[in-house]
């Protein structure tokens, strides 16, 4: 049972590529949510989703894309990668309804030079 | 917007003292849950509040939820250097996906 995974673990990119950061569950959760983590500001939602097929904008969703074809996988598109997107991100899954803390995995660290 | 304010944002205390988090949202909030993250890992489940003044406690740390579900607290009695990381709040307005965090309190402790 390997829980979240996210790959890669590392990544700089130059202005203006693009890149999928992937995510991964195994646990068969109905939500999973990308953040984002840079100093101060705490963890700001991007895009979350409710189960496959169905995704939702969260706090910054501007310059990424996201879809949910399968329970399992939960992939994160930077469009045009721009310094301001220099961050960490995590992805995160739970179960449906009351019980449902997330798991995180263990982060992608993306720089953009 | 839902917004989920917390405070202090860094509180450096003695081991052996008590410590405080507290949170605040925007909203009246249908549960609200805590994390934990260590320097260099990522965040950990500790627990979820839902009822109206709910009070939980997991050994050394109490979690309340406000009466009017829109302010929460985490206390911790006896700090020890194993407490040290980012407390972090999140909120969600209603049964949905949508885990709205606060900037987080990060703990440092002195031996």
């Known amino acids: 049972n390997a829980g979240v995974t996210q790959t890669p673990k590392f990544q700089v990119l130059k202005t203006g590529q693009s890149m999928t950061l992937q995510c991964a569950q195994d646990?068969?959760?109905?939500?999973m949510s990308w953040y984002r983590q840079d100093p101060g500001m705490g963890l700001r939602l991007i895009h979350y989703s409710v189960g496959a097929g169905i995704t939702d904008q969260g706090e910054v969703p501007n310059g990424y894309n996201v879809s949910r074809s399968t329970t399992e996988d939960f992939p994160l598109r930077l469009l045009s990668a721009a310094p301001s997107q220099t961050s960490v991100y995590f992805c995160?899954?739970?179960?449906?309804?009351?019980?449902?803390?997330?798991?995180f995995g263990s982060g992608t660290r993306l720089t953009v030079v | 917007g839902q917004q989920v304010m917390q405070i202090p944002q860094y509180q450096h205390v003695q081991e052996g003292e008590d410590f405080t988090t507290y949170c605040n949202s925007s909203?009246?909030?249908?549960?609200i849950q805590w994390y934990k993250q260590r320097p260099g890992g990522h965040p950990v489940f500790l627990i979820q509040l839902v009822k109206s003044g709910e009070v939980k406690k997991q050994k050394r740390l109490t979690f309340q939820f406000g009466e009017a579900k829109k302010n929460s607290s985490l206390h911790i009695t006896a700090t020890q250097t194993t407490d040290v990381g980012t407390y972090f709040c999140a909120g969600k307005k209603s049964n949905t996906g949508k885990l709205i965090f606060g900037q987080g309190t990060t703990l440092q402790v002195k031996p």
């Open positions: 909203t009246t909030l249908s549960n």
């Open positions: 995160a899954s739970s179960y449906q309804g009351a019980s449902g803390g997330y798991t």
């Open positions: 646990m068969n959760h109905e939500y």
